[in-house]
């Protein structure tokens, strides 16, 4: 099987199909990873842009290992973000990248939409990095895989999804994957983190931490943007933590057994508590490990090489 | 040169509804009626089968002349208006410099009377540079020939101001104009707050930035007795309290937009730079609302907020891209499209376009009437065309309708007893 698309812009149009063949792609992908060579040679000739127009370390790490280990060539091209103030289009910055012949541009943006403007003026595939609040895909599928690693099914999971849902493209992704596979969502954190009408997506919507873990397998923690306390969504990184935060007590009140995630980077002592973040019940580095075998099959997919 | 326009169909509303010849002499309206005296060498415009009516009158254009020329000047502008039908345009202050003061004004004026197309009316700003600080110099703008006041796209937020400004124009007898946005509860926003923002990951702006701010508005021009204009109402909530607001005598009136009332936020997934203005496209209740207070007369005005913007600016991502749309030379058929579904009458629908924008800024303007100036657009009104904006008189291609079949078209528009817009015979 084959995937039928030239981009990688969301989850939400994905068919559950899809979503398996990427997973299930990535399997491959993390066996070469474990190897003494990690390398293979499927998209040797191909070029990989990594176009970031934020500042990224793990994501365009990860893309740039995942291509380099695929054979491929890697250019990282990271315009200030000032230059999306400058006025040279988005468009414009794609077309010059893609007249040097590269197959797949992997792009963050802060603007939602970005990708898919972009996706729709270039003829090389595109991944979408992030975009904004909007999504961020291949965390999303990162975080599947990492789910389903654990010997975990979806159908049915409870996952509790924490934090300033509103703002994160993580927590977007995630929605639209795991409602789509048959888990039942939750979303946890003060109103004012939660976007409108969100219940619309086939999640529930909790304000209170204590009651939404009951029953929980997987408690995946959003990172918490300090700097928008400014913005009235909470009052203190001090009540937030009271409130919010992941502590060793709150994990006893999920399902034996739950895991703990988070897409980093972490916030210690806010969202989530060292002693958790750095317990047997995280799969937080598994998920930055697992980053990398996700996107070279999704690159795989992409290129067509099979 | 007089004009005789034979055999369509006048409809001057509120005066004459009927089959009838117009004829035009020295820039005038000279007789409305069957069997007119007309003197020899008047040119003969044949009418049949078509509508013949007063000039439209948009209260809300965006020229960008001066400073932005490259988007619109107002040459191009004026020239947009008169395909779309619209003899007469009032245009907003914020230029740059922001039309703040007579020499703009009077500025706007000398290039509206050279370009020699529509009759443009300038909107003076309400505060200096539209800061929402300090008054203009109103009475200043007023006899330089503004018809009106506004700080449109920057809504004064300072309620005191405001009420200052409300009071400070009773002296000058001119409407206050705002565009109703609390820029608090919308900031940072692209597009209505709803389940499709949140789809999409847009930042939102909701209904309720637009409600405060009418609720304020309401209440300060209840308190100081001025004329309250609300440009582009949007939202279900705006079109209650201007409802209630003319139920108790208030002086409030109301304007709404074509793409308000034609198609809502879902033109905005694909991340369409087209379907982003201010306000934003809603959701189908408002559009109804719309429908609804045109209907009744809640809302008295069909303007466009005609706002160019050139391609590349559109061309931006959907946060960084400008707020607007190009709407001169579609607001005929998308107004003539809401008589086909039966929201309006035919005479309301010319009401909405000439007779009451006109009324609402005490403008001689939009009606027929004997010794009225000539300003008279020829309708074809079941005439289909494709919108091609390619083919736009405006400098700007903004526009969400592309492609669109639309019924209902201008042939010719005349100001002043001019012909200065007829279509050529090979687009018929």
Known sequence: MSLKRKDLLSLAPLSVDEIGLMLETADSFKEVTGREIKKVPALRGRTVVNLFFEPSTRTRTSFELAAKRLSADVINFSPSSSSIVKGETLLDTARNIEAMQADIIVLRHPSPGAAETLARGVKSSVINAGDGWHEHPTQGLLDLYTIRERGLSFEGLRVAIVGDVAHSRVARSNIHALVKLGAEVRLVGPPTMMPFGVEKLGVRVYYNFDEALRGVQVIMMLRLQLERQGKALFPTIREYARLYGLTSERVRMADPGAIVMHPGPINRGVEIAPEVADSLSSVILDQVANGVAVRMGILYLLSGAN | ?428
């Open chain 2, 1 to 428: 040169m007089a004009i005789h326009i034979t055999g369509g169909h006048v409809i001057d509303p509120g005066r004459f509804n009927n089959m009838a010849d117009v004829l035009i002499d020295e820039g005038r309206v000279v007789a409305v009626g069957p069997h007119l005296t007309v003197p020899a060498g008047a040119t003969k415009i044949d009418a049949k089968g078509k509508l013949v009516l007063p000039g439209f009158v948009d209260l809300h254009v965006h020229f960008r002349e001066p400073g932005f020329e490259y988007k619109e000047s107002i040459q191009s502008g004026a020239a947009a208006a008169v395909a779309g039908g619209f003899t007469s345009v009032c245009c907003m202050p914020n230029t740059n410099p922001v039309n703040d003061n007579q020499a703009i004004t009077e500025f706007i004026i000398d290039r509206a009377r050279a370009a020699g197309l529509a009759n443009v009316f300038p909107i003076g700003a309400i505060t200096k540079g539209s800061e929402g600080k300090e008054l203009a110099e109103i009475g200043d703008l007023r006899r330089a020939g503004c018809v009106a006041i506004s700080d449109d796209g920057k809504p004064v937020m300072n309620s005191l101001v405001m009420r200052r400004a409300m009071e400070y124009a009773l002296a000058f007898d001119v409407a206050v104009v705002d565009h109703c946005e609390d820029l608090h509860l919308a900031e940072g926003g692209c597009m209505n707050e709803g389940a499709i923002s949140t789809e999409l990951g847009l930042p939102g702006m909701p209904a309720a930035a637009e409600d405060v701010m009418v609720a304020r508005n309401v209440a300060l021009a209840e308190l100081t007795g001025a004329r309250l204009h609300l440009a582009h109402i949007s939202t279900v909530g705006s079109v209650r309290m201007v409802r209630e607001a003319k139920s108790r005598g208030l002086k409030v009136t109301a304007e709404a937009c074509p793409h308000h009332f034609t198609i809502t936020e879902e033109v905005v997934r694909g991340y369409n730079t087209f379907a982003k203005m201010n306000p934003p496209l809603r959701t189908w209740k408002d559009v109804q609302a719309i429908k609804e207070g045109l209907c009744d007369g809640t809302i008295d005005v069909i303007a466009t907020d005609h706002a160019p913007h050139a391609t590349q600016e559109k061309q931006l991502g959907f946060t960084e891209a400008p707020f607007g749309i190009v709407g001169l030379e579609t607001a005929l058929p998308l107004t003539l499209a809401l008589v086909d579904e039966g929201v309006l009458s035919l005479e309301s629908a010319v009401d909405r376009l000439s007779t009451a924008p006109a009324k609402v800024f005490g403008l001689a303007k939009g009606t027929l009437a004997v010794g009225a100036d000539a300003d008279v657009a020829i309708v074809a009104q079941q005439e289909q065309w494709e919108v091609d904006p390619a083919k736009f008189f405006s400098k700007s291609r903004n526009t969400p309708f592309a492609g669109w079949k639309m019924k209902g078209r201008v042939t010719t528009t005349i100001v002043g007893g001019r012909v200065v817009f007829e279509t050529s015979p090979a687009e018929l």
